[in-house]
């Protein structure tokens, strides 16, 4: 079995601040996502991955920045913190694409003062 | 536009009672169907998927979930449920494409199960 690592589990900003998010898989899946969990609105995509170095939007991705320089590892930037923002942000990664099952990480919890 | 409805934001039930958490769909090509259950301070596990066949899959842990076509449903649903069950549960409708393009999993707001002992 392989395993999905998100650090920090924890993450307290200041407003306008630049903050980075990491997820590292050993599954050897092509695909890698990020999703956003708010409380009461369910996850939503930010952005998505199906190969090394190369980047897709999802429904959220103004105001975030993502990277996949290497197969297993996938990054996401939040260019510019809110005051007040209160999320999850969630990684996960699939085989190729299509149907499969995605396996998540257990997320990295925004809190920005 | 791919949507999914989870109608009911909570449901309790007591341990040993039968349960259903309702999903519907909104999809116009022919739809792939998760549960996925996320344990508190944990990420999102599958419980189960539907491509097609049979309208009824069985999942992990004694869960099963049905489709119909006609109502645009998923519901989930357990013969008795346990205390461990406690949890929050996200239907998702796939809305990728094969070949490579990525598994763009539309998710329900989710359903907070509680089971009182």
């Known amino acids: 079995g392989g395993i999905i690592t998100q650090t920090p589990k924890f993450l307290i900003g200041q407003e306008g601040q630049k903050l980075t998010l990491k997820c590292q898989q050993n599954f050897n899946h092509d695909t890698m996502y990020w999703y956003r969990q708010d409380s009461g609105k369910g996850l939503r995509l930010i952005y998505y991955?199906?190969?090394?170095?190369?980047?897709q939007k999802g429904d959220l991705s103004e105001g975030y920045d993502a990277s996949r320089e290497k197969k297993s590892s996938f990054s996401l930037t939040v260019t510019s913190a809110q005051k007040n923002e209160m999320a999850v942000f969630l990684c996960?990664?699939?085989?190729?694409?299509?149907?499969?099952?995605?396996?998540f990480g257990s997320g990295t919890r925004l809190t920005v003062l | 536009a791919q949507s999914v409805t989870q109608p009911d934001a909570r449901v309790t039930v007591s341990e040993g009672a039968s349960l259903q958490l309702r999903c519907k769909y909104s999809y116009s090509a022919t739809p792939y169907l998760f549960w996925y259950v996320q344990y508190p301070r944990q990420g999102l596990q599958m419980l189960l998927k539907y491509y097609s066949g049979d309208p009824v899959v069985q999942g992990v842990n004694g869960f099963e979930a049905e489709f119909s076509k006609s109502d645009s449903s998923f519901h989930l649903r357990k013969a008795s449920v346990h205390w461990s069950d406690s949890a929050v549960y996200f239907c998702?409708?796939?809305?990728?494409?094969?070949?490579?393009?990525?598994?763009?999993?539309?998710f329900g707001t989710g359903t907070l199960l509680s089971v009182k002992p």
């Open positions: 998702a409708v796939s809305a990728g494409n094969y070949g490579g393009s990525g598994n763009k999993l539309i």
């Open positions: 996960a990664s699939s085989i190729l694409g299509g149907a499969e099952t995605l396996y």
């Open positions: 991955s199906i190969t090394e170095n190369d980047l």
